[in-house]
């Protein structure tokens, strides 16, 4: 098996703990440069998953899409791991588009979708995203992929139809009930960051 390890700052838990129906998830922020985690992850998806994920067939990614997807900041690009038993479960992440915009997106694995994994994430990143004073998410999927649909609505993000996509844009808001520790996520988070003042919005 192999173990992903994140050293966190001195007396910091390097994770997350949320309790799953048969298990146990823990979610940390992905760094800079963090390659493994993101290639097992994407290892762990189907061929339909990747679709969903990325809105075409990927049998692998180039050698650009890599460098984007590690090229994580923590305040303009925050991605945040799951990992289940030491294994990276799903990924979710926000790129700032705007002072204070977003883009949001998240993948789960095949192996651990429908336990709850993509919640957390999602109450995760937009926990960070709001302590970030960013206030508008944007995302896009396929019109088949429910499950994101779903989540979007849950903070507050309606897609529509636009050229053969859904996509949106809205203010969001917080899930109703928490399912990660928030005040946790905002202490880590903000100890990942690699730089970059918070900003401003009006």
């Known amino acids: 098996m192999t173990t992903f390890a994140f050293t966190a700052p001195l007396g910091l838990t390097p994770y997350v703990a949320v309790p799953l129906i048969d298990g146990e ?82 993948e789960v694995t095949d192996e651990h979708q429908g336990r709850g994994i993509g919640t957390a994430l999602l109450d995760a990143v937009t926990t960070v995203a709001a302590a970030m004073r960013i206030r508008r998410l944007q995302a896009a999927a396929l019109g088949t992929n429910r499950r994101s649909q779903h989540l979007l609505a849950r903070v507050g993000v309606t897609l529509h139809p636009s050229d053969g996509l859904l996509e949106g844009e809205s203010l969001f808001h917080l899930l109703d009930e928490p399912v990660v520790d928030r005040p946790a996520v905002v202490r880590l988070a903000f100890e990942a960051r690699s730089h970059g003042p918070l900003g401003r919005c009006a």
């Open 25 to 106: 998830a823990r979610l940390r922020p992905l760094l800079h440069g963090e390659l493994d985690p993101q290639q097992a992850v994407f290892d762990g998806l189907s061929s339909s998953s990747r679709v969903d994920r990325f809105l075409t067939g990927l049998d692998k990614l180039t050698p650009g899409m890599w460098r984007t997807l590690t090229d994580v900041d923590g305040h303009d690009h925050v991605a945040w791991l799951a990992t289940v038993d030491g294994h990276p479960a799903g990924i979710a992440r926000f790129v700032r588009v705007g002072p204070c915009t977003a883009d949001i997106a998240f």
